[in-house]
């Protein structure tokens, strides 16, 4: 091969490399002046306009409506969302900029998780914002490689881009709940009543700042000295793993416990356990008992009962600690006991 055709080769290989680095970037003049700007122009000055965001990938569409000020998951029937949640996925989107143009060749779609949601085995997720006469749309892809950031790209477009921010989104409606059903600290809790529905009841006051479980039968012995305060405890941060729009157990034969807060709240617990899976559903009302009830307590029973009607799922453990038995108390017997009886 002579110095010609080598140098000809040469030229050829260096306008391919061109051609194909070409490709991955600007499109034409002028087309990089995006560079350093906002990815979703306009959304930072009218993020609080925003009142509908909707998040669609392979797996479904979830969608958040703002109605009288408050953020709802329409799959859940307009159930509260997580406000945090949302405000980072709004954030992130209004401060995101522009980093580097990436490549606008379709089928390179796939390995940077920006292929069409229609597509087999899609990733993207393609975020929608709308409110104030402003609508948002974005497709969201992998975290950049090597480096801060994530690929996306506009709906009708194949031009991918590198952004400045990571944002991360949930694709289940269930992740989108504000998923704390109640929050009551057990410092307020002066009574539990616990009633099964074979007619046994427990039934608990604190007295001189612990609960005691009166009467106890000849060996009876307590799993330790502080066991039973653990009932005022089973309302500290409730959580649910998903609130039910279908499929609802009847409530034959719930477990009902009722908590009496000293500041005068009065919290009631339906539990029940269904097919291997558990459910509480809750009420709050005003111990008449007690005087001078502040509005901040009759403030929080409105909030409480505003989940009234709704029938919640939640882990076994939160089931165990609402329906307590007088036997969970008490420390097994050893095998001496059982011989020696």
């Not at 990815?39 to 990938?57: C, E, F, K, N, W």
């Not at 958040?64 to 997580?82: I, K």
């Not at 479980?213 to 998903?242: C, I, Q, W």
Request: charged fraction near 30%; proline fraction near 4%.
């Amino acid at each position: 091969m002579n110095s010609k055709t080598l140098t000809i080769l040469g030229l050829f290989i260096l306008a391919a490399a061109v051609v194909v680095a070409f490709s991955q970037q600007a499109d034409g003049p002028g087309a990089d002046n995006e560079l350093g700007q906002p990815l979703l122009p306009g959304l930072l000055d009218g993020i609080d306009a925003i009142d509908a965001v909707t998040v669609t990938s392979a797996e479904g569409e979830v969608s958040l409506r703002r109605t009288d000020g408050q953020w709802g998951v329409v799959e859940r029937d307009g159930y509260p969302a997580d406000f945090a949640d949302l405000s980072t996925l709004t954030n992130a989107l209004a401060e995101a900029k522009y980093v580097e143009r990436k490549t606008s060749r379709a089928e390179n779609l796939p390995r940077m998780g920006l292929e069409d949601l229609t597509a087999e085995g899609s990733s993207s997720v393609l975020i929608r914002l709308a409110g104030g006469g402003a609508d948002h749309s974005v497709l969201l892809g992998e975290r950049a490689s090597g480096r801060t950031g994530q690929y996306v790209r506009f709906p009708s477009e194949t031009q991918v881009w590198q952004i400045d921010q990571y944002v991360s989104v949930e694709k289940a409606p269930t992740n989108w709940l504000d998923q704390t059903i109640i929050n009551v600290l057990s410092d307020r809790v002066v009574r539990v009543v616990i009633e099964h529905p074979d007619g046994e009841q427990l039934d608990l006051s604190r007295t001189d700042g612990e609960f005691r479980v009166p009467d106890l039968a000849e060996g009876e012995e307590l799993k330790y000295s502080s066991v039973a305060s653990e009932l005022s405890r089973a309302l500290v941060n409730v959580r649910m793993t998903d609130v039910l729009t279908t499929d609802i157990p009847a409530w034959d034969s719930p477990v009902t416990s009722r908590y009496y807060c000293e500041d005068g709240l009065l919290v009631t617990v339906e539990a029940l356990e269904s097919n291997g899976k558990h459910y509480v559903r809750v009420r709050a009302g005003l111990d008449e008992a007690v005087e001078g009830i502040e509005e901040s307590i009759r403030a929080e029973a409105t909030s409480i009962r505003s989940r009234e009607g709704r029938t919640f799922e939640v882990a076994q453990y939160t089931f165990k600690d609402l329906t307590k038995r007088r036997i969970d108390l008490m420390k097994e017997p050893s095998e001496e006991d059982d011989a020696e009886s």
